[in-house]
């Protein structure tokens, strides 16, 4: 097999499935609500304190983004298991890693990125700026493909099962945790003034480990749910 | 030639069955019958290479598929009994990411010609899939082999919801593949249409 059939296999996913989130926008806008709503509820809740809210702001900004990204997993594979297609995705002629690849990274535009671009905006909310308003987008950036790679994993293994929803996030939250550790405290210590460059650097190892390992358990656990 | 050998299959606790044995070669057609729950879907699906065998093998062109991987998918199109077809997109936009998925990329053109063979006018073609009924839905599923050049084709009941007409022309489309060489396993409660030479029938009692 050629490394053009590759790509093309996964391009083809990928305009796909963005062709997808177009049709049924209300779907792929509500985790980005869903973050908006919850990262404002904060302030209101917290008190409009300046130096409190730039305390929290950090860790109130990835927990959310987290959920959201949780919000957003049932919908990588169960609709086309649910339709066949997926039956059809691991007969196909390639590596079927290849292949969620391509799914996953569907995911990350649809819900990753927009929680990245919409980031410095509710930053500003919690009073941060500068550098550490920064090290904020990029530890986003670097933490949410990890988030949908983690991801992933979880919803293929929940699929076709019954209240999948809730196992997935107990399944998939635990592991969640270091990036949640590594991206709020790359922010905390960039306002602590010592910089945030060795957790964003974790951030990134934790990207290339999981881009290794994430896509060929999730084939696994693919082939799995369909026996 | 796909060869079954000695294949065992059990669902649960229930013995589909045992010890079964057949071949097919090419230009010929393996109808599977039986009743309900006999195992003919799981049977299809050990086929495919979607359900490994619990025992025995399946052979193509002498090479166990479970070795050949990638190499037999590159062999077959397989319709299963779900229609894989997203209800946001069109017929035409369904048919052309189902082919590019399975790597036999086709035109706009060529993805027009095949649902019009099957029946589907070209107004249909730019409708959601929601909208279609049922028959309609399985006749964009079924547009695919129009398409597909591949030599082995495993379709699950394929004739599910169809009208007369729509069966006559997927059963005059599996004359051709047949009479170019290549082979099928058709799942099937109807009667197939074809010469009598090139049937075979496997009756599976469950």
Redesign the interface.
């Known amino acids: ?1 050629s490394g053009s ?1 590759m790509w ?2 996964v391009s ?2 990928v ?2 499935d963005l ?2 989130a177009m ?2 926008r209300s779907d792929a806008a509500m985790s980005v609500f869903f973050l908006v709503i919850v990262v404002s509820l904060f302030p209101l809740g917290v008190g409009p304190e300046p130096a409190v809210l730039r305390i929290i702001g950090p860790g109130v900004l990835w927990v959310a983004a987290l959920l959201a990204c949780l919000l957003s997993l049932g919908r990588v594979f169960t ?1 086309d298991y ?4 997926l ?9 079927l890693a290849i292949l969620v690849v391509g799914k996953i990274l569907a995911h990350w535009l649809i819900s990753g990125l927009p929680v990245v671009l919409l980031s410095p905006l509710l930053g500003l909310q919690f009073g941060l700026s500068g550098e550490p308003l920064g090290v904020l987008v990029m530890s986003l950036l670097l933490g949410t493909p990890t988030l949908s790679m983690i991801g992933a994993i979880g919803a293929a293994l929940v699929l076709g099962v019954r209240g999948s929803g809730l196992l997935v996030a107990l399944l998939v939250l635990p592991l969640y945790v270091p990036i949640l550790i590594f991206g709020a405290g790359a922010v905390t210590s960039s306002m602590a003034g010592i910089g945030g460059e060795a957790n964003l650097s974790l951030l990134g190892a934790c990207l290339v480990l999981s881009l290794f390992l994430a896509p060929w358990a999730t084939a696994a656990a693919l082939r799995i749910a ?2 | 030639m796909l060869q079954a050998v000695a294949l065992h299959c059990s669902r649960g606790e229930r013995r589909l069955f045992t010890d079964l044995n057949v071949k097919v070669e090419r230009g010929s057609l393996l109808a599977v019958v039986g009743e309900n729950g006999s195992g003919k879907t799981s049977l299809l699906r050990i086929f495919s290479s979607l359900l490994p065998p619990e025992q025995g093998s399946v052979l193509w062109e002498g090479q166990d598929i479970q070795q050949l991987k990638e190499l037999y998918s590159a062999e077959l199109t397989y319709i299963g009994h779900l229609n894989a077809i997203k209800d946001d997109l069109t017929p035409l936009e369904n048919l052309m990411s189902a082919m590019s998925l399975t790597g036999e990329s086709c035109s706009h053109n060529g993805a027009k010609e095949a649902l019009e063979a099957i029946g589907l006018k070209r107004p249909i073609h730019h409708l959601p899939s929601k909208v279609l009924s049922q028959g309609q839905k399985r006749r964009v599923a079924l547009a695919r082999l129009w398409l597909s050049t591949r030599p082995l084709w495993l379709l699950d009941e394929p004739f599910t919801s169809l009208d007369t007409a729509a069966t006559g022309v997927v059963t005059q489309r599996l004359h051709t593949h047949l009479q170019r060489g290549g082979l099928a396993v058709v799942v099937t409660h109807q009667e197939v249409a074809l010469p009598a030479e090139t049937i075979q029938r496997l009756r599976l009692t469950g």
């Open positions: 097999m059939n093309e296999a083809g996913i305009r796909r062709l997808l049709r049924r609709a649910l339709d066949g297609v039956e059809q995705m691991v007969l196909i002629p390639q590596p369909l026996e």
